[in-house]
């Protein structure tokens, strides 16, 4: 299976801040990643796809880069409901798989 | 607008089998992929099963073939069993929908399932 590393661990920042959260995967997976916000006791929701297409209603501060093994998750500037979990997903190949997850917390 | 709702026991004791539905509201369920998806308490996510194309099947190898996924279309729901369940199998069990690509776009909000005698 492919194996889809998050860094880093774990995230402080304050609001107004820039982040750049990354995922790794252990082999390609051409541009077939999606990224998904999970706040404390709601279901994920689908930010991004197919590496930097926005899902509807995402805000425009989302964006995603990346293809093949190296993907980037950034949020210009870090607004109050932001803090979350963040969770890439490949679905290029069977099964499917998610990383880690990184956490982003007020700093 | 696509919902989705899971139901299941709740409690389920080691070595039974669990068994989960997932009704859906919004959209036949002849479309689209339908996945299941759990998160045991404070960990990450982990994808189980996916059912497309009325009967299509395809399934985490991890499980060990304990896991069937299946719908049924006279009902718009989808349902997932789990047997010989042991306490690793304790998580929030999540039902979602891609409608291209395995990518989730809808989510139900979850039903926590706790393995324990």
């Known amino acids: 299976e492919i194996v889809m590393t998050q860094s880093p661990a774990i995230l402080s920042v304050s609001p107004g801040e820039r982040v750049t959260l990354s995922c790794r995967a252990s082999q390609s997976v051409s541009s077939n990643l999606a990224w998904y916000q999970q706040k404390p006791g709601q279901a994920p929701r689908l930010l991004i796809y197919g590496a930097s297409t926005g899902a509807t209603g995402i805000p425009a501060r989302f964006s995603g880069s990346g293809s093949g093994t190296e993907f980037t998750l950034t949020i210009s500037s870090l607004q109050s409901e932001d803090f979350a979990v963040y969770y890439c997903?490949?679905?290029?190949?069977?099964?499917?798989?998610f990383g880690g997850g990184t956490p982003v917390e007020i700093k | 607008q696509v919902q989705l709702q899971e139901s299941g026991p709740g409690l389920v004791k080691p070595s039974e089998t669990l068994s989960l539905t997932c009704m859906v509201s919004?959209?036949?369920?002849?479309?689209?992929?339908w996945s299941w998806i759990r998160q045991p308490p404070g960990k990450g996510l982990e994808w189980i099963a996916n059912?497309?194309?009325?009967?299509?099947?395809t399934y985490n190898p991890s499980f060990n073939s304990r896991i069937t996924i299946s719908m049924d279309t006279s009902k718009n729901q989808f349902s997932l069993e789990v047997r010989s369940v042991t306490a690793a199998d304790t998580a929030k069990y999540y039902c979602?929908?891609?409608?291209?690509?395995?990518?989730?776009?809808?989510w139900g909000q979850g039903t926590m399932v706790t393995v324990s005698s």
């Open positions: 919004g959209v036949s369920i002849s479309k689209y992929f």
């Open positions: 997903q490949q679905y290029d190949r069977w099964p499917l798989t």
């Open positions: 979602a929908s891609a409608s291209d690509s395995a990518r989730f776009d809808y």
């Open positions: 059912i497309y194309n009325i009967g299509t099947t």
